[in-house]
């Protein structure tokens, strides 16, 4: 919410402790700075000089020169951070959108980060990576998430379940796809019972040899040198779909047809980025298909997404279309992208979430926002009283719309653990 921004930055003038200002003040300033910077980029580089120009294309790891993709790039933070708004300032977001989709990344806007190879002993080499190898045993995946992808059977049916799901999840023991509840009271009789995990990430054969439950593929994530994600095609098209359907701009394309387009594309980036990893190439199969499985066919992949599409466009209403929306943005971003899709989540309010029940009772722990660092109270105790009020966890951000401040963010019942169902997009 709130924070210093107009007057920060003074240091050198020996201005340590200023004002917080509001924040969709901040945030119009902000898309107003990248609006100047798409016009002027192209005529600022064009008066540079050759050498210059050399120089640039040497020094810029993300687009070695290339100001037309950092002009799509700037568009694409625009249109994010204009649907951001759009719920509390539709007049200052729509102008936004409507440029930004005239001119926006045609291909995933991704770069190879120079970091200690993920064949270390600590893969990622201090990259996000590193979180994930060091907090394994926290990394398996929830039932809905896994719900949402794998119908009809357990096991991956490349006809029927989302294709995505090889590369996204180890199998389990079975050689099929088992999520975690968030029902501590459900799950615990079923790990006393047999059903335990290896929590670690360090031996992909121990994986898939003892897990009962799915963890967030080692291959694709873990043991990768993961590129940096600056904006993907599935998330432009999530943000597209989600700006049609609200009918914010007129738009290209329909709501549905970005949702098929952000499920085919998601799952070219995903494939990508597992086939990126050398980890398990020495594995003996079957385990190797299964966690580095060849690409499903075009024809497979355009069929699914027309059936998200069809699931989506069948619902009735804005806030049931948003559900089916905003959980193809969960598989998509969820690990990559989780303070954006922590904000999408505040700002929606879907997908709608599993309680976390536990001796019988069923918690709702949902963090609105971020507290001050202690040193504000401190340093800068004039004006962080004057904001203290919004110091907590339950304060929604300002982008969120009244009609959103009070609503539920949990499902009203558990998420069950899968044994067979109908397809449920939502």
């Known amino acids: 919410n709130s924070i210093p921004y ?3 930055f003074q240091g050198t003038q020996g201005v340590f402790f200023v004002p917080y200002d509001d924040p969709k003040e901040i945030y119009v300033m902000a898309l107003d700075d990248l609006k100047k910077i798409a016009a002027d980029l192209p005529g600022q580089y064009e008066k540079m000089s050759s050498g210059a120009k050399a120089l640039l294309a040497k020094q810029d790891l993300a687009f070695k020169g290339d100001i037309g993709k950092w002009v799509q790039y700037v568009n694409a933070l625009r249109l994010r951070y204009a649907v951001n708004i759009s719920g509390v300032a539709p007049d200052v977001a729509k102008p936004h959108i409507t440029e930004a989709i005239a001119n926006l990344p045609q291909t995933d806007f991704t770069w190879a980060i120079p970091f200690v190879t993920a064949a270390e002993d600590l893969p990622g080499g201090g990259t996000w990576q590193r979180g994930l190898y060091e907090s394994a045993f926290r990394s398996f995946i929830p039932t809905g998430i896994i719900n949402r992808m794998n119908f009809h059977d357990l096991k991956y049916e490349p006809t029927i379940d989302d294709p995505r799901l090889p590369v996204l999840a180890l199998p389990t023991k079975w050689n099929d796809y088992r999520g975690v509840t968030y029902n501590i009271d459900v799950q615990t009789p079923l790990y006393d019972s047999g059903e335990k995990y290896y929590p670690y990430c360090d031996n992909i054969v121990s994986s898939s040899q003892q897990n009962s439950r799915c963890m967030w593929s080692h291959v694709t994530y ?6 940096a994600d600056m904006v993907t095609l599935g998330e432009i098209d999530l943000l597209l779909a989600e700006v049609a359907l609200k009918g ?21 980036f995903w494939y990508a980025m597992n086939a990126l990893s050398s980890y398990g190439n020495d594995v003996s199969e079957p385990w190797k298909s299964l966690i580095k499985p060849a690409k499903p066919s075009a024809d497979i992949v355009s069929s699914y ?5 069809a699931a989506f466009e069948a619902k009735a209403d804005l806030e049931s279309k948003m559900e089916v929306l905003m959980i193809q943005k969960q598989i998509h971003i969820n690990i990559l992208e989780p303070y954006q899709f922590w904000g999408d989540l505040r700002r929606t309010r879907h997908p709608k979430l599993e309680k976390m029940t536990y001796k019988g009772n069923a918690m709702a722990p949902m963090v609105e926002r971020l507290r001050y660092p202690g040193s504000e109270v401190a340093n800068n105790t004039e004006f962080y009283l004057k904001v203290a009020a919004q110091d907590n966890l339950t304060t929604p951000i ?3 719309p009244d009609s959103k401040k009070t609503e539920n963010y949990y499902r009203n019942t558990d998420v069950s653990f899968k044994t067979s169902e109908t397809p449920n997009f939502d």
């Open 6 to 8: 107009k007057g920060a």
């Open 222 to 227: 873990t043991h990768n040198d993961m590129p």
């Open 248 to 268: 914010l701009v007129s738009t290209p394309k329909t709501a549905g047809d970005y949702i098929k387009d952000a499920v085919v594309h998601s799952t070219d």
């Open 305 to 309: 997404a027309n059936k998200v599409k």
């Open 398 to 400: 300002f982008w969120v």
